[in-house]
C-alpha cells in the first residue's frame, strides 16, 4: 500500500507517463497524415495515369518480423495491370508508404496478417487484418486410490 507522501511521486509519474504518450501518438498521427498527403498529391495521380484504379497489399509478420508481401495492381474492371506498366520508383513509394497504416504490432509475437486496399478512385484505404494468438487449455485430474 502507498504511503500518503508518495502520492505526489506517482502523479508527477503518471504525468510524466502520459506526456510521453501524447507526444508518441502525436508523432504517429503526424506520419499517418503525412502519409495520406504522400498518397493524395503523388502516388494516387501517377497510379490513376498507369491505369490502375485499385491497390491490394497484403502483408504478414510473427516473431518480431514482418513486411508487405506482395503488391497487386488493378484497373477500373478488376483486371491485373502488369506490374512493367508501373514505374519501379512508384512500387517503391507506394510500398513505404503503405507502411505507415499496418497496424502496430503485426509483426510481435504470433503476429497477424492481413490486406490493405487502396481504392485510387475514392481515396479510401481499407485495412483487413487478423491477428494470431495461441491459446492454452490447461486441466488438471485427480484420483483417490
Given at each position: ?15 510524466e ?23 493524395r498529391?503523388?502516388?494516387?495521380p ?7 484504379a ?7 509478420g ?5 513486411a508487405i ?19 519501379a ?22 503476429g497477424g ?9 475514392d ?20 484420483w483417490?486410490?
Amino acid at each position: 500500500m502507498s504511503k500518503p507522501e508518495d502520492e505526489p511521486q506517482a502523479k508527477t509519474i503518471d504525468t510524466e507517463l502520459n506526456e510521453i504518450l501524447r507526444h508518441y501518438m502525436t508523432g504517429v498521427e503526424d506520419q499517418v497524415q503525412q502519409a495520406k498527403n504522400t498518397l493524395r498529391t503523388e502516388i494516387m495521380p501517377a497510379l490513376r495515369a498507369s491505369g490502375v484504379a485499385n491497390v491490394e497489399a497484403a502483408y504478414s509478420g510473427y516473431g518480431d518480423s514482418g513486411a508487405i508481401d506482395g503488391v497487386q495492381y488493378l484497373d477500373k474492371s478488376g483486371v491485373l495491370v502488369e506490374r512493367e506498366k508501373i514505374p519501379a520508383t512508384l512500387t517503391e513509394q507506394l510500398e513505404n508508404t503503405l507502411y505507415e497504416f499496418l497496424p502496430a504490432g503485426f509483426e510481435i509475437n504470433d503476429g497477424g496478417q492481413g490486406t490493405l486496399t487502396l481504392d485510387v478512385q475514392d481515396g479510401r484505404i481499407t485495412l483487413q487484418h487478423q491477428e494470431n494468438e495461441v491459446v492454452s487449455n490447461d486441466s488438471t485430474l485427480e484420483w483417490e486410490v
